[in-house]
């Protein structure tokens, strides 16, 4: 089957440090994954933050990068320097190799920026 | 304005009741999603359809029936409610094209509470 891991159910981060959200998939299924993150505000809904669909590839978006690494199978989400509105739930997820499939989601790490 | 509309936001039935969790996307998208997330648990894949058609079912239970009576609707019947399926559901859609551009786009989700 198709799993993807964040190992951090909570992040702390002071306001202008870096950050670093980790993430590692695993399938059986797909020889060409997709990876997203997701964002999730307070009091809104789920928003895609940023797509890679090609191995050895960066997204980025709103200062936020993540790199498609297939030898490790990991898609750890970075940003430089944090800011008070990013205080969020992020998702990172993996979908098959055409997107009209089902996304597989892992559990999700809650962000709090400390001004 | 929201390109996709979940109604009602939230929802509190009793064990045994029957309710249709409503979506409707605006995005002109012909493929549509329903996706659950209970509590300390990910967001989990139930449905996709395509072109009105079921293509996959991951749920279950056939307590769970997706309605699609219109191209730009798929609603979620739940019938003989129980306090396990208290979670938020989420509809999302996306559309049938190239590689990279199919996307899936998330709603604001339904909270349910089963009592």
């Known amino acids: 089957g198709d799993s993807v891991t964040q190992t951090e159910g909570q992040v702390t981060v002071s306001e202008s440090k870096s950050l670093i959200i980790n993430c590692t998939y695993s399938t059986t299924s797909i020889a060409y994954p997709n990876l997203f993150w997701y964002v999730r505000y307070p009091g809104e809904g789920l928003q895609l933050l940023l797509k890679v669909i090609t191995a050895g590839q960066k997204g980025s978006s709103r200062g936020f990068e993540a790199t498609y690494n297939k030898e490790t199978t990991s898609f750890h989400l970075q940003k430089a320097s944090v800011q008070e509105s990013d205080s969020a739930v992020y998702y990172c997820a993996l979908g098959a190799y055409y997107g009209n499939e089902k996304i597989t989601f892992g559990a999700g790490t809650k962000l709090t920026i400390k001004p | 304005d929201p390109k996709i509309i979940q109604k009602p936001k939230y929802l509190v039935a009793v064990t045994g009741s029957e309710k249709i969790l409503i979506c409707e996307q605006y995005l002109g998208h012909n493929a549509m999603y329903w996706y659950r997330q209970s509590a300390k648990k990910p967001l989990e894949f139930m449905f996709s359809?395509?072109?009105?058609?079921?293509?996959d079912n991951q749920t279950a239970s056939s307590r769970f029936q997706p309605q699609s009576s219109k191209k730009n609707h798929l609603d979620l019947q739940i019938t003989a409610l129980k306090p396990d399926d208290s979670a938020t559901y989420f509809c999302?859609?996306?559309?049938?094209?190239?590689?990279?551009?199919?996307?899936?786009?998330f709603g604001p989700g339904t909270r349910l509470l089963v009592l």
């Open positions: 359809y395509s072109y009105q058609k079921l293509m």
């Open positions: 999302a859609s996306s559309q049938t094209r190239d590689r990279g551009e199919d996307t899936q786009y």
